[in-house]
């Protein structure tokens, strides 16, 4: 079995990030990590309809409506990264969902206090990673 694997992966830094001014605090948590490299990223700001179709596993859920409000409510970064073991890594790297979880280091840890405004998504599997990277950067090759 390979011990590391080349991939790509959706990073959101979502709209509460943008705001308080933490685009380069995390961006450089991710450039820093070896052999990592970013092959997309644009400033944007997410419509229902694009947040419906990346958060379709969760339309439905008590938590979608404020999280649809939360995540329409100013810009975001999207970006794709690429790399080693690059699904697994961000996702480790981000930590846990809920903050208050999430280990001391990771980006939500040290980062963040509430489950909604937890700064950063990121693809939880490489079937997810192809899908979201369509919906968020359709030209890229
Ligand atoms: P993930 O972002 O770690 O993959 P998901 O369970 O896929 O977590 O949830 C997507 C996003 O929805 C979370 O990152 C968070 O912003 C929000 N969320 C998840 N669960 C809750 C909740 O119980 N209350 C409020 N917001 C939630
Ligand atoms: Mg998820």
């Given at each position: ?13 979502k ?40 958060y379709?596993e969760h339309?439905?859920k008590?938590f979608?409506?404020?999280l ?23 996702r480790a790297?981000a930590g846990r969902t809920d903050p208050l979880r999430a280990g001391?280091?990771t980006i939500r840890g040290?980062?963040a206090t509430r489950v909604q405004e937890n700064v950063i998504h990121a693809?939880d ?17």
């Amino acid at each position: 079995m390979p011990t590391s694997f080349p991939q790509r992966t959706l990073i959101l830094l979502k709209t509460d990030a943008v705001a308080r001014g933490l685009i380069g605090e995390i961006v450089s948590r991710i450039e820093r990590k070896a052999g990592w490299r970013i092959v997309a990223l644009e400033l944007r700001t997410l419509d229902g309809a694009l947040l419906e179709r990346h958060y379709a596993e969760h339309v439905g859920k008590p938590f979608y409506g404020e999280l649809v409000e939360f995540m329409s409510s100013g810009p975001s970064v999207a970006m794709v990264v690429e790399g080693e073991n690059v699904v697994a890594g961000v996702r480790a790297l981000a930590g846990r969902t809920d903050p208050l979880r999430a280990g001391p280091g990771t980006i939500r840890g040290d980062l963040a206090t509430r489950v909604q405004e937890n700064v950063i998504h990121a693809s939880d599997c490489a079937d997810a990673a192809e899908r979201e990277m369509k919906i968020f950067f359709p030209d890229l090759s």
